[in-house]
Each structure stands twice: as C-alpha cells, then as structure tokens.
Nanobody, 114 residues
Framework: QVQLVESGGGLVQAGGSLRLSCAAS????????MGWYRQPPGKQRELVAR???????YYSDSVKGRFTISRDNAKNTAYLQMNSLKPEDTAVYYC????????WGQGTQVTVSS
C-alpha cells in the first residue's frame, strides 16, 4: 500500500508563489509518473502537471511558464513550484502517483486572492 502526504497549500495574493510537496511512502513498485491535478470549486478535476521517472514533463496550457514540477526519486517526492499565481488557480490540488496502480493524495487547498 502506498501513502501520499501533501503539504504546502495555503492562501496567497495574486502574483505570489507557493510550493507543493508530495511524499510517497509504503510498499510500492517503481514510480512511473508523479503529478498534480486540481479541482476548482464546482468544476471537474484536471491535470496540472506531471513528471516521469526520466524527468519528462507535461504541463497544462493554463500553467505553462508559471508552474514547475520536479521530483526527487531518492525521496519519492514530487514538488510543484507555483509562481505568478492567479485567482483562477484557486482549487484543491491533488497529488497523483502511478506505479502499477494509481494513487491519490488527500488534497490540499490553494486559494489565490485578487
């Protein structure tokens, strides 16, 4: 079983920055993808960014150039550096890890005030 612990959410003003962390622990096979999804109020969950085991990255168009995803394979930890935050980035952010199965974190709230 894999456990995901997220941290780093909070309240920030527009233009500010936050850094999310997601640490995976437990018995697991090699992690293929680590990523972040978000779910704004009243909307569906959407992929924000993800990084592969060989550091191949994907970003949604809405965050390109502002967010950076990275991972520390030795620590099984992924990071999402979020800069130039906008009110529309407000959402619950969920860590996602894919091994032979898919795992989700509990979610962390990010609120960007205008």
């Amino acid at each position: 079983q894999v456990q995901l612990v997220e941290s780093g959410g909070g309240l920030v003003q527009a233009g500010g920055s936050l850094r999310l962390s997601c640490a995976a622990s437990g018995t697991m096979f090699s992690i293929n993808w680590m990523g972040w999804y978000r779910q704004p109020p009243g909307k569906q969950r959407e992929l924000v960014a993800r990084v592969s085991s060989i550091d191949s990255t994907y970003y949604s168009d809405s965050v390109k150039g502002r967010f950076t995803i990275s991972r520390d394979n030795a620590k099984n930890t992924a990071y999402l550096q979020m800069n130039s935050l906008k009110p529309e980035d407000t959402a619950v952010y969920y860590c996602n890890v894919v091994t032979r199965r898919e795992y989700w974190g509990q979610g962390t709230q990010v609120t960007v005030s205008s």
